[in-house]
T-cell receptor
Framework: DTAVSQTPKYLVTQMGNDKSIKCEQN?????MYWYKQDSKKFLKIMFS???????INETVPNRFSPKSPDKAHLNLHINSLELGDSAVYFC??????????????????FGQGTRLTVV | GNSVTQMEGPVTLSEEAFLTINCTYT??????LFWYVQYPGEGLQLLLK?????DKGSNKGFEATYRKETTSFHLEKGSVQVSDSAVYFC??????????????FGKGTHLIIQP
């Protein structure tokens, strides 16, 4: 039973198109994330959602719009795709909660990644 | 700002060699620290973690000790195998400690083990 699953695994599309990547976690976690991994393997957080509420938006172009219909899902929609958007996008979740400063289990569980190629 | 610095790769070793991958971090507090591993074509998996100073995380023969004096969390393994070939990421949690701020990752170290 996959803990964090994202689809599709591969996505090849033309510049200017709009595409979505879906993510679901069955761990009962409160927080979900999207990370971007570039061609040099560098990982950077894009968004963080806690119980469907946006917590972090790290200087990501507004062509990227996350949507969280419930706390188990965090989808990523990208408008007007550009060549520079080509990367591997990882969804992740953790028990981390914005509202408490207690020592929580903040390790993140990652999906398998979606390799997006814009041509 | 908060950052994680790890040694540049690729690191190429022979099977059964001793491995050290250095990692240092900046922080105003004592964040939890992690090592993640990414095997070819796969997502990231947690390898080990340490949540407070002097803690030692260990898993699959890998170890790392949380050293607040040197703000380091170096990854070690006594005898590497070909199957350990992967990219290794050092990471720290945000200073808020709440978890919702996500993790800050180092740039990754590509480890290649030759038979």
């Amino acid at each position: 039973d996959t803990a964090v699953s994202q689809t599709p695994k591969y996505l090849v599309t033309q510049m200017g198109n709009d595409k979505s990547i879906k993510c679901e976690q069955n761990l009962g976690h409160d927080t979900m994330y999207w990370y971007k991994q570039d061609s040099k393997k560098f990982l950077k957080i894009m968004f963080s959602y806690n119980n469907k509420e946006l917590i972090i938006n790290e200087t990501v172009p507004n062509r990227f719009s996350p949507k969280s219909p419930d706390k188990a899902h965090l989808n990523l929609h990208i408008n007007s795709l550009e060549l520079g958007d080509s990367a591997v996008y990882f969804c992740a979740s953790s028990q981390g909660n914005w509202w408490t400063q207690a020592q929580l289990n903040t390790e993140a569980f990652f999906g398998q990644g979606t390799r997006l190629t814009v041509v | 700002g908060n950052s994680v610095t790890q040694m540049e790769g690729p690191v190429t070793l022979s099977e059964e060699a001793f491995l050290t991958i250095n990692c240092t971090y900046t922080a105003t507090g004592y964040p939890s620290l992690f090592w993640y591993v990414q095997y070819p074509g796969e997502g990231l998996q947690l390898l080990l973690k340490a949540t407070k100073a002097d803690d030692k995380g260990s898993n699959k023969g890998f170890e790392a000790t949380y050293r607040k004096e040197t703000t380091s969390f170096h990854l070690e393994k006594g005898s590497v195998q070909v199957s350990d070939s992967a990219v290794y990421f050092c990471a720290r949690e945000a200073d808020s400690g709440g978890g919702a701020d996500g993790l800050t990752f180092g740039k990754g170290t590509h480890l290649i083990i030759q038979p």
